[in-house]
């Protein structure tokens, strides 16, 4: 069965449900029947189906990328890079993002009904990888009947994500734009996790993962664990440029309100978070960055996960103020790549946003992004 995608309206999407006998064979040895992926699209394919973009998304992100969010009414989260005359235009792309499995707004996760029991999964729903959330939109693009995506790009997860595509299916993409990510998470990052998990999962409305079913949300927990991995996404530089030490009101409260404007930051991002994203999903998805470690599969070696990527494009890109995915990690994914014999542009920006930057406004990123589509597009005969 293949999903015709044949509009030419500026966005186009929807909940695709993988026919009966064809589920999701997970890396756990779980299998998950029945998949639905929510996806959104922009532009439209072309006559031979070879124009196609896929966006990857990071951890909180979805498959909004440059659309209103139907959730918080706000615009998509790349929509700087998304539209006329922009590097991903619609008029010759067809860009397509899709909600990875585990996530929570339409696709497949913790938080569907789980039709064996007709009750919300919680954490009976089968631990995820990141090859795992690859492999369903391997099954999406295939479905749309597009044998050659143009470009697999994402930026922190979503670099995780086109990792494994250029190790897992080669053959099925032409180039790769991998940005502020790594090859791998570190005791850092995994340790930043366990923090929010244990928040949420301390929290008394969490029931056992089953809160959906008693009408509950740990609300307090995941705002905890959204304000914690917040201040990851940021660099020193750019909490004391925003925000210093200065108070929200005059004077000290002498209490435990938020006294300083970053505390209150802080408290707005828990709060306006657990509007848009489920508790478990974040449990699942965390867990799914934590267990990536692309070399573990090959040997322990990363360029031979990279052997079959040799006619690949890669476009590499980090930030110098990025603490959690820094740029040693981008240059190890290009020297693994340059080992395996694929070719990779690399560009280090100089930034002082941390690892957020790849959603702002950054036009050294735009550019460089700009440049590398432009040849691809020029190679493939779409210019």
């Given at each position: ?21 064809q ?35 990071a ?92 470009a697999v ?58 809160y ?14 959204r ?12 909490l ?68 079959g ?59 460089a ?15």
């Amino acid at each position: 069965m293949t999903l015709e995608v044949t509009s030419d309206i500026a966005q186009n999407g929807g909940i695709w449900r993988f026919p009966a006998g064809q589920p999701l064979l997970l890396d756990s040895g779980a299998r998950i029947d029945g998949l639905e992926v929510a996806w959104a699209s922009y532009g439209a394919l072309n006559a031979d189906r070879s124009n196609a973009v896929l966006i990857c998304h990071a951890l909180t992100l979805d498959q909004h990328v440059a659309a209103v969010h139907p959730v918080t009414g706000k615009p998509g989260w790349w929509t700087r890079l998304i539209g006329p005359g922009k590097p991903l235009d619609p008029a010759r792309h067809f860009i397509l993002c899709a909600n990875v499995v585990g996530g929570c707004q339409g696709t497949t996760g913790p938080g569907s009904i789980n039709a064996a029991t007709g009750r919300p999964w919680g954490l009976t729903f089968p631990v995820i990888t990141i090859a795992d959330m690859v492999r369903a939109q391997a099954m999406l693009v295939e479905a749309m009947g597009i044998e050659t995506l143009q470009a697999v790009v994402g930026g922190s997860m979503g670099g995780m994500q086109v990792l494994q595509w250029a190790a897992d299916y080669p053959e099925r993409m032409f180039s790769a734009v991998c940005v502020a990510s790594a090859a791998r998470h570190s005791a850092q990052n995994i340790a930043f996790h366990e923090v929010g998990r244990q928040a949420i999962m301390a929290d008394p409305e969490w029931r056992g993962g089953d809160y959906a079913h008693h009408g509950a949300r740990p609300e307090k927990g995941l705002a905890v664990a959204r304000m914690a991995a917040h201040i990851t996404y940021l660099s020193e530089t750019a909490l004391q440029r925003k925000f210093g030490r200065e108070l929200q009101r005059d004077g000290l409260s002498w209490g435990f309100d938020a006294d300083f404007q970053v505390e209150s930051y802080l408290r707005h991002q828990g709060a306006s978070f657990v509007d848009r994203f489920d508790a478990n999903s974040y449990l699942y998805i965390t867990r799914a960055m934590d267990y990536f470690d692309l070399a573990a599969t090959h040997g322990g070696v990363l360029a031979e996960a990279f052997r079959g990527a040799k006619h690949i494009r890669f476009c590499v890109l980090s930030f110098t103020s990025d603490w959690l995915y820094p740029t040693a990690e981008s240059r190890h994914i290009v020297r693994a790549l340059n080992a395996a014999g694929a070719r990779a542009s690399f560009v280090e920006i100089e930034s002082d946003k941390g690892h957020d930057a790849f959603l702002l406004d950054e036009p050294v990123m735009d550019s460089a992004l700009a440049g590398f589509l432009d040849s691809v597009d020029a190679a493939r005969g779409l210019k």
